[in-house]
């Protein structure tokens, strides 16, 4: 079966320094999305996209976080100068298309980001 | 405004049923989902339902929705250690968007 893939499982990482989470979602899905898991708390919807642009994303998604498709197949999340408060599980989540954006995502495995 | 709610905690013995609840608040959902997180993996989809169905079952998992209490459930039949997890409920607002919004989640222990 089909999965979403998600790169690297476990990222270390100094405070103020950029970092990129990279996933590629299942093949033929066309929306994407990110989530994050604090320890001990609710998975939190960061942003979601679209047809190459953002679609919606949540107030913790400020100016120090961008997403990119750059090719067909990977969708990467990038924290700019990150804070020890990013520290966190990164779920990327893809869901196909038949009859809208509401359909069942399927996330990969994570990357656990923690910032030094 | 958009909140899900669940218990924290439910223990059960090897054969018997669990029920997992969940309560949300978005009377605009369009669907609602359930999910299990083993420890160290990622969030699996177990099943989901639309609105405008009472209720799904599928194999052991049956989900029973009450849309005017808001109210959510999903029951394991017979259910094994392997079932330990965490169980997420999560709903999908009527946005274009699909984003999802989760409770906070119930682990679901099984003793032998």
């Known amino acids: 079966e089909p999965e979403v893939t998600q790169t690297p499982s476990h990222q270390v990482t100094q405070m103020g320094q950029e970092v990129i989470l990279r996933c590629v979602p299942i093949s033929n899905h066309l929306y994407f999305y990110w989530y994050r898991q604090i320890l001990g708390q609710k998975v939190e919807f960061l942003v979601s996209f679209y047809n190459n642009e953002i679609s919606e994303k949540s107030e913790i998604f400020d100016d120090q976080f961008s997403v990119e498709r750059p090719d067909g197949s990977n969708f990467t999340l990038k924290i700019r100068s990150t804070k020890l408060e990013d520290s966190a599980m990164y779920f990327c989540?893809?869901?196909?298309?038949?009859?809208?954006?509401?359909?069942?995502?399927?996330f990969g495995d994570g990357t656990r980001l923690s910032i030094l | 405004g958009e909140d899900v709610e669940q218990s924290l905690f439910l223990s059960v013995r090897e054969g018997d049923s669990s029920v997992i609840n969940c309560t949300y608040t978005?009377?605009?959902?369009?669907?609602l989902y359930w999910y299990k997180q083993e420890p160290g993996a990622g969030l699996q989809l177990l099943t989901y339902i639309f609105s405008n169905m009472d209720m799904k079952q599928d194999q052991r998992l049956t989900v029973l929705l009450n849309k005017k209490d808001k109210h959510l459930s999903l029951r394991i039949a017979d259910t094994q250690t392997g079932d330990s997890a965490i169980y997420f409920c999560a709903e999908t607002p009527l946005s274009n968007t699909g984003k999802l919004i989760f409770g906070q989640g119930t682990t679901l222990q099984v003793k032998p």
């Open positions: 978005d009377s605009s959902s369009t669907y």
């Open positions: 989540a893809s869901s196909g298309r038949q009859g809208g954006a509401n359909q069942p995502q399927h």
